[in-house]
């Protein structure tokens, strides 16, 4: 099992930048891919970024341009997701989440709080 905390979320003005971290601890030596979520409220979580451990990234259109997914260390246990020229509508809890090649980890952290005020 993996245990994850997202850290770095906070209150800050429509245009401004935010970096999150993720720190993964337990049996992460199966990780093939890291990722980040969100969810704003009462709406579904959903997929933000993804990272393969080989570096390829992808991103979802609407954050594509604005954030930025990287690795803290090589043993994929240390993710960041940099997120410039925020707008209100990235309001959300942020959580991290990984995969192995069975799928992904059920457990969630608690997931840090991004506020964008306009």
């Known amino acids: 099992q993996v245990q994850f905390v997202e850290s770095g979320g906070g209150l800050v003005q429509a245009g401004g930048s935010l970096k999150l971290s993720c720190a993964a601890s337990g049996s992460t030596t199966s990780i093939i891919s890291m990722h980040w979520y969100r969810q704003a409220p009462g709406k579904e979580r959903e997929l933000v970024a993804s990272?393969?451990?080989?570096?390829?990234?992808?991103y979802q259109d609407p954050v594509k341009g604005r954030f930025t997914i990287s690795r803290g260390n090589p043993r994929n246990t240390v993710w960041y997701l940099q997120m410039n020229s925020l707008i209100p509508e990235d309001t959300a809890v942020y959580y991290c989440n990984a995969r192995t090649a069975w799928g992904q980890y059920k457990n969630w952290g608690q997931g840090t709080q991004v506020t964008v005020s306009s």
């Open positions: 990272m393969h451990v080989s570096g390829n990234t992808n």
